[in-house]
């Protein structure tokens, strides 16, 4: 009360609420565009990795189907960048899923020569590289600033979402039905949709100031390599970015090494056929899906920098404890009641699977720590014209460094044993956190990471 009047007190309105990022419409469409193709894309993988093994009845040449999926994101990565850079992103990511459904039409065709199915992905892949790297860089284009973080956790779940769609469900359940032609069939009218999405687009920024170019000048081509060195030298001189590359790419690296270990894996260690492996492993689309939901949270709350740490040094202690399924089915082996490859059964599924899928789940979890806070950084830091090189040159390290491993990695489970292996990936995850908790400490002591060259903070 004031002179016998009551007091007003005038509540603040609240504050509003942030919008969905998918209630963005340029975001949905680009986001519909890359789950609807990838899911298609994957499903294909698992149909050539299903036809090459039956019509050769060996894993030499499925090694070679995956190296034809691998080594041209490596030697067209260098052109890439520059391409996604200077061309119309909206027009590139309308030409890359139109060719992809016209490769899709081509698998069909070559369905019983593994030849011509291996030489077709090698143009599949270069054509998802570009996809892949425009589809990136266009994010921070249709979203603002402080959706970023948003828009790359659903990104991720696109990644994730679609590996499991295509690779878990279209793929196994499409193949023993209506067979390699209806898988090809129905991944034509999935790119062709895609199409539809990326054409609904507006112009992106970049594109509606300087006109949608279709075609870009021969001496930007020819100096691809020239500015692929100079993309490298801007990211030494930025810390932050420099680190953040690193994260994303040890991340791409460990999907392609844990796709080659999984088959041995289940044949050495659980004793299951190979292809129960999708649900075995179900829990780590399941975990990836969880940790991609409570990402925003979670770098809200620790950072970027630290979200990612977080991840890398959960996926170390998710490797080890699957590598440790191997001496503990030795223990329990002499064992009557928990004898794993007894006939006791929980479920059907012995303690070994049930101990992998307990596993898996947190795998997943933490592995979805660790490529969306990176993208960001990587977003966020990278000069505007140059984005399209930083992404390429991103595809280009993860696969470079995942070459050798994908052909050793075998070969060396097969000489020591998975657990090894499991072990050896666990300790360059560990090493990695190490490294970004020094740098961490580093910056902190400083007050702030330091600024990206050129770019304001």
């Not at 594109?207 to 020819?222: F, M, Q, T, V």
Request: hydrophobic letters at 55%; aromatic letters at 8%; glycine letters at 8%.
């Amino acid at each position: 009360m004031r002179n016998g009047s009551p007091q007003l007190t005038l509540k603040r309105p609240p504050a509003p609420r942030p919008r969905p990022v998918l209630g963005n419409r340029n975001f949905l469409l680009l986001w519909l565009a890359q789950l609807i193709s990838q899911s298609a894309q994957n499903a294909i993988l698992f149909t050539l990795l299903v036809l090459v093994t039956s019509l050769t009845q060996g894993s030499t040449y499925t090694s070679i189907l995956v190296l034809a999926f691998v080594v041209p994101s490596v030697v067209f990565g260098v052109f890439s960048g520059v391409i996604v850079d200077v061309w119309s992103k909206r027009l590139l990511l309308v030409y890359t899923n139109a060719a992809r459904a016209l490769f899709a039409v081509l698998f069909l065709l070559s369905r019983d020569h593994v030849a011509g199915l291996i030489a077709i992905s090698v143009f599949f892949s270069t054509a998802s590289q570009l996809f892949g790297t425009t589809d990136a860089v266009t994010v921070p284009f249709v979203v603002k600033k402080d959706e970023l973080i948003a828009a790359n956790s659903m990104f991720s779940l696109a990644v994730t979402g679609s590996q499991l769609l295509g690779m878990i469900f279209l793929g196994p359940i499409l193949l023993p039905t209506v067979g390699a032609v209806g898988v090809f069939t129905a991944t034509t009218v999935m790119f062709a949709i895609s199409v539809g999405c990326a054409w609904l687009l507006p112009p992106i920024e970049h594109d509606a100031i300087h006109g949608e170019r279709k075609l870009p000048a021969w001496s930007e081509i020819r100096e691809a390599g020239a500015d692929y060195v100079q993309t490298l030298r801007t990211l030494k001189r930025d810390a932050v970015a420099a680190l953040a590359l690193v994260h994303y790419a040890t991340g791409s690296s460990l999907v392609l090494l844990f796709a080659v270990l999984v088959p041995r894996y289940m044949q050495a260690i659980l004793k299951v056929a190979p292809d129960k492996a999708v649900t075995i492993f179900a829990p780590v689309g399941i975990g990836a899906i969880l940790g991609l939901r409570a990402l925003p949270m979670i770098v809200a709350r620790f950072g970027k920098n630290r979200t990612v740490i977080i991840g890398l040094l959960g996926l170390a202690l998710c490797l080890v404890a699957l590598g440790l399924i191997e001496p503990i089915a030795i223990l329990l082996k002499h064992t009557e009641s928990l004898n794993p490859f007894g006939r006791e059964r929980a479920g059907g599924l012995s303690i070994l699977v049930l101990m992998t899928m307990a596993f898996a789940g947190p795998l997943g979890f933490t592995y979805a720590l660790v490529n969306a806070p990176a993208q960001t950084v990587l977003h966020e830091r990278a000069p505007l014209e140059m984005r399209g090189r930083v992404f390429a040159a991103q595809v280009v390290l993860a696969n470079a460094a995942g070459v050798l491993p994908l052909i050793v990695a075998g070969s060396v489970a097969d000489i020591f044993g998975v657990s090894p292996v499991l072990f050896a990936i666990a300790m360059v995850m560990a090493s990695i956190a190490g490294v970004s908790v020094y740098l961490e400490m580093k910056w902190s002591q400083a007050g702030r990471p330091p600024p990206a060259p050129g770019v304001a903070a």
